[in-house]
């Protein structure tokens, strides 16, 4: 039976017990549970973490495995820690762990927030290695250790701060390379601050712009159709069209990583 052992607001600890299964077994138990505590798929679940360990495994500390999966029906990162009654062989080179720790992340999370993300969990595991054994058979001692995953998550939401600013600031110097003075107000009124009215999906569109036939980046905010590159025709470098067409897609690109970061 999986013992859960205590709970913080998105951090999950459990002894989970063994009954000779294989890393296939372990996984589908592990993702079950994870699931069933916030009415997930639990297929979806089980097969986005094997997914990812297919691409290879990441071990701290010659005993704690590393798994993740991402999932659109949460909004902020949830950590699980799971303390093995038995080490079972994990990974290509068939390493004895006996934790695992599992991150849920939500649909958007970036590469930089992964690499954060993967640092922290390996930070949180080699300082703490010495208190792995107690917390085998010490319930306060794995209830500290889980503790220590809790300001991960506050961390991570800085570190999407940080590149929701970074997102911006690029479409700022576009915008003001071009002598579009009005499209960043409208990413500031329909994507960050929207909520009724909020655009969620951008797409390129041929548009007449001052008797020019351009393709821009829009978005529809109920029915009115938001254009989020107005650009000054003579600042455009080399062939106009063609200048234009690269800096839409680039923007459409911006945006499209600032709407999954507002998810």
Not at 80 to 103: C, K
Not at 132 to 157: C, G, H, P, T, V
Not at 159 to 177: A, C, H, M, P, V
Not at 208 to 215: F, G
Request: glycine fraction near 4%; charge should be neutral; hydrophobic fraction near 40%.
């Amino acid at each position: 039976m999986n013992k859960l052992l205590n709970t913080t607001s998105n951090n999950y600890a459990f002894y989970l017990k063994l009954d000779n299964d294989d890393k296939l077994g372990i996984l589908r138990k592990i993702a079950y549970q994870v699931a069933s505590l916030d009415s997930l798929n639990k297929l979806t679940i089980y097969n986005e973490i094997l997914d990812n360990e297919l691409q290879g495994s990441t071990i701290f500390s010659h005993r704690v495995a590393f798994c993740f999966a991402v999932n659109d029906e949460i909004k902020m990162p949830q950590i699980f820690l799971f303390s093995l009654d038995n080490a079972v062989a994990w990974g290509n080179d068939e390493q004895m762990v006996d934790y695992i720790v599992i991150a849920i992340l939500p649909n958007g999370f970036s590469n930089n927030q992964f690499t954060l993300l993967n640092s922290l969990v390996s930070q949180v595991i080699r300082q703490n290695a010495s208190q792995l054994n107690n917390a085998k058979k010490d319930q306060r001692a794995l209830s500290k250790l889980n503790e220590f995953f809790e300001s991960i998550n506050f961390q991570i939401q800085s570190s999407k701060r940080g590149d929701i600013l970074n997102i911006f600031q690029e479409l700022r110097n576009i915008y003001i390379t071009y002598g579009d003075t009005n499209s960043l107000l409208r990413v500031e009124a329909y994507i960050l601050n929207g909520s009724i009215l909020q655009v969620r999906q951008i797409r390129l569109e041929k548009i007449d712009l001052e008797n020019e036939i351009l393709e821009l980046p829009v978005g529809m905010s109920s029915n009115d159709k938001i254009i989020f590159f107005k650009p000054n025709k003579k600042l455009a470098r080399g062939n106009m069209a063609t200048d234009i067409k690269t800096q839409s897609h680039l923007i459409k690109n911006l945006l499209e990583r600032l709407i999954l970061l507002q998810k």
